[in-house]
Structure formats: C-alpha cells, structure tokens
C-alpha cells in the first residue's frame, strides 16, 4: 500500500495566488522533477475480483495523475470508505452484493456533491441508464470495458475534477482577501 504525503503549495494561475493541497505518493517524492500534478483519489468498487484487476489495469494512473485509494467488494464497504478516504472520484459496478451501485451513488451523492462518479454495468438495460441519471452520475460505462473508452471517460473527469478545485480554491482565497479588507 502506498503512503501519500501531502503538501500545501501556493500555485500561481491566470495570476492569481491559491492554495493547493497536492498529494503525492513517497515514489512520486522521491523523484527529482519541477512537475508536481495533484493526485486525484479513486475508490474502485467491484465484487468480481477479475473486473477490479482489469480496472486497476486499464485505468492509465500516472498519466491522469490518478492514484489508488481502495477497493470495496460491496455498496456498504464502500460507504465507509468513502467517508474514511475522501476520494475524488468513485468508479463502482452497477450490481454489487448488500446495496447496488446506483443506491451508493445516491448515498455518496447525498453527501458528498464534489465527488465524481462513474458507473460501470454489464446490462444494457435502458431502466439501469434511467436510474443512473437520477443518481447524477458523471458516466454510465457498459462492460466489457473498452480501454479507450475509460481512457475519455477519466480525461474528462480528471479535467472535471481539477476544475473544480481550482474554483473551490480561487472562490475561497477571494472570501478570505475580502475578508482582511473589511
């Protein structure tokens, strides 16, 4: 298991001052290069554990600057590790034993609105897509999984991602200088 350090940088975007927690695993440390990237945390959640290696190798982690944070083989296992580990982004199977995908989704969602989620299913069912807009996920992928599929897929929400910290931060160091102006 890898040990993350964080580190609190100051990054300077479109000039503008804004703290970033940036992640990095003690390889990634220990490595002599200027380019540091945030490390974005996945949760993958599969009861068959053939699918959850074929995920871990299909997903191009240091390339997205992705790391992995866990595995759940099921929705209640998942839950509790998403609130211990804070993921940004949750890939989870759609049927999985003691709650289902889509219900995670729904729970996660319920606490958490930064998280990106995806879903991955073997049935093509329409009613499964249906109930998998009403739980607000970022991507409904059908298995088999299709590597270039899940390589836009994660472009997409790592880009998504990043986004959203980068306006979290920004909004936040614009509260806090308007507060010391006052």
């Known amino acids: 298991k890898q040990q993350e350090i964080c580190i609190i ?10 703290l970033w927690k940036i992640c990095y695993t003690k390889e990634d440390q220990s ?19 053939k699918d959850l290696q074929l ?10 600057g992705l790391v992995f944070s866990g595995a759940a083989e099921n929705g209640r296992l ?22 289902d995908g889509v219900t995670l989704a729904q729970q996660i969602r319920k606490r958490r609105r930064d998280v990106h989620i995806l879903l991955v299913s073997g049935h093509q069912d329409f009613q499964y ?3 998998a807009i ?28 990043i986004a959203d910290k980068r306006s979290f931060y920004e909004k936040n160091l614009f509260q806090q200088q308007l507060r010391q102006q006052m």
């Open 9 to 18: 940088s100051i990054v300077f975007v479109d000039s503008l001052d804004f």
């Open 31 to 49: 490595k002599d290069s200027e380019e540091k990237y945030p490390m974005l945390r996945v949760l993958l959640v599969e009861d068959e554990q």
């Open 55 to 64: 995920l871990k190798k299909l997903i191009p982690w240091d390339e997205l």
């Open 78 to 99: 998942a839950l509790d590790m998403d609130e211990q580990i804070h993921p940004d982004i949750v890939i989870t199977d759609i049927v999985l034993p003691h709650q």
């Open 129 to 131: 897509a249906r109930s």
């Open 134 to 161: 009403t739980a607000e996920v970022d991507a409904y992928i059908l298995k088999p999984i299709r590597e270039e599929e899940l390589r836009q897929v994660l472009e997409k929400v790592t880009a998504q991602c």
